[in-house]
């Protein structure tokens, strides 16, 4: 599919780099003023030299009348009890139109016919426009040609780069599902304490010590300062 389209576009940069020399021409083909009396007709035969060429008939009258093109001589050929004429165009029973037609090289009769009552006045006008190629292409026509394909080469070839890179990029179908589940972390080594922290031994404390600077009573337990010498209480001796 790339490789088509990039060959449409160089095809394409090439035509037109070979019409570039290309100029529509227009011309005029007739143009007239005039009266047309009652089952009369009018007859302009001219010969276009050009094929695909586009034709412009303007006409205007105070009456109805019709407007015909057809080829050259049929008209008349017609008129003199001949079979009828291929009609490029026919506007009948009208005062103004405007006939736009593409005909090819030949010879073509534009026409006139007043079926009325009465003797009308007209105005016809007819121009040609074509496609008239030049004698050659020029130097400067190729540069531009060479040089159009060259940038559009580039830009083709940036964009084709940058498609792979992006395939190359994406992940294969299935990627993420074929990696290993998630597992449980364990690990290798458990730290084990070399000894036991065993807490010191708490003191035991003993109420009933004496307090610093007393002395205590044998007897009856009671505490005394150091100087006595018998127990106030009991009156044992200390």
Do not use: H
Not at 48 to 59: G, L, Y
Not at 78 to 102: F, K, L, Q
């Amino acid at each position: 599919m790339k490789v088509k389209i990039i060959v449409f576009v160089v095809i394409l940069c090439f035509s037109y780099s070979i019409l570039a020399n290309a100029e529509t021409t227009t011309a005029d083909l007739f143009s007239d003023s005039d009266t047309l009396p009652s089952g009369y007709f009018v007859l302009y035969t001219r010969t276009i030299s050009q094929s695909s060429t586009t034709v412009r008939v303007t006409f205007t009258s105070s009456d109805n009348v019709d407007v015909a093109i057809c080829g050259g001589g049929d008209f008349e050929e017609w008129n003199d009890g001949g079979s009828e004429p291929n009609w490029y165009a026919y506007s009948s029973d009208v005062t103004s139109t405007t006939i736009t037609e593409i005909l090819d090289s030949g010879s073509y009769d534009f026409v006139i016919i007043n079926f009325g009552l009465s003797t009308v006045s007209y105005t016809i006008s007819a121009t040609q426009s074509y496609e008239e190629g030049g004698s050659g292409l020029e130097p400067g026509d190729w540069v531009y040609g060479l040089v159009g394909l060259g940038v559009l080469a580039i830009i083709i070839g940036a964009i084709v780069f940058r498609r792979r890179r992006r395939q190359q990029m994406k992940p294969e179908p299935g990627y993420y599902q074929q990696q290993q589940p998630y597992q449980t972390y364990q690990p290798q080594r458990t730290y084990e304490p070399q000894q036991t922290y065993q807490a010191a031994e708490q003191p035991s404390y003993a109420y009933n010590q004496t307090p610093q600077g007393l002395k205590v009573c044998p007897n009856c337990g009671f505490n005394e300062v150091l100087d006595a010498k018998f127990c106030t209480s009991c009156g044992s001796k200390l």
